[in-house]
Antibody
Framework: EVQVVESGGGLVQPGGSLRLSCEASGFALSGHWMHWVRQSPEKGLEWVSRISSDGSSTKYADSVEGRFTISRDNAKNTVYLQMSSLRVEDTAVYYC??????????????????WGQGTLVTVSS | DIQLTQSPSFLSASVGDRVTVTCRASQGINSVLAWYQQKPGKAPTLLIYSASNLQSGVPSRFSGSGSGTEFTLTVSSLQPEDFATYYCQQLNSYPLTFGGGTKVEIK
């Protein structure tokens, strides 16, 4: 079964740090870009970050740029999200998702499948 | 950033009804659009990719259409297990963005 499982969430004070992990199984992690997406009642679903299949390229949402770092260890089938300088507004369920895609008429089409079950990050004093 | 506007945000329907959800993009997205279903306390699951392609294992009562900036998700005959929240997502350009969601509830 193709799946991803997140871990590492919890309660942290503003300004603190947390590292999320995402373990993949049922597929070759090295063949896929991976993303983190978060969801909160206030902001809905929000894309956070992505990493290329070999880890050489990363991208971040403006809201987390400079505070979050995405990385991966393909040998361990794991993707990470290091979060620092956490703010109350970072409180959310964080999902790890696999990027699946193909070229159609010269345009790269992609979609997210599967999603992990999510891990809750609460930033509060 | 590309804004996605879903309508309606809330929909009350009965089993057997035909339901349509619309997603409008603030600019063209080359049909690089996906639809997801989310049930309470669960992660989203993929329904449709590339605007109109049904994900393997998803019932054929679900369909997607559209191009340019306007897209629709249709459920031809709503079933009890379809009561959920539906989201569109554009994956054409960063930052990747989601619609605000459409909650489908039982009338």
């Amino acid at each position: 079964e193709v799946q991803v499982v997140e871990s590492g969430g919890g309660l942290v004070q503003p300004g603190g740090s947390l590292r999320l992990s995402c373990e993949a199984s049922g597929f070759a992690l090295s063949g896929h870009w991976m993303h983190w997406v978060r969801q909160s009642p206030e902001k809905g679903l929000e894309w956070v970050s992505r990493i290329s299949s070999d880890g050489s390229s990363t991208k971040y949402a403006d809201s987390v740029e400079g505070r979050f770092t995405i990385s991966r260890d393909n040998a361990k089938n794991t993707v990470y999200l290091q979060m620092s300088s956490l703010r109350v507004e970072d409180t959310a369920v964080y999902y790890c998702v696999r990027d699946v895609g193909r070229s159609v008429g010269g345009i790269w089409h992609k979609w997210f499948d599967p999603w992990g079950q999510g891990t809750l990050v609460t930033v509060s004093s | 950033d590309i804004q996605l506007t879903q309508s309606p945000s809330f929909l009350s329907a009965s089993v057997g009804d035909r339901v349509t959800v619309t997603c409008r993009a603030s600019q063209g997205i080359n049909s690089v659009l996906a639809w997801y279903q989310q049930k309470p306390g669960k992660a989203p699951t993929l329904l449709i990719y590339s605007a109109s392609n049904l994900q393997s294992g998803v019932p054929s009562r679900f369909s997607g259409s559209g191009s340019g900036t306007e897209f629709t998700l249709t459920v031809s005959s709503l079933q009890p297990e379809d009561f959920a929240t539906y989201y569109c997502q554009q994956l054409n350009s960063y930052p990747l963005t989601f619609g605000g969601g459409t909650k489908v509830e039982i009338k």
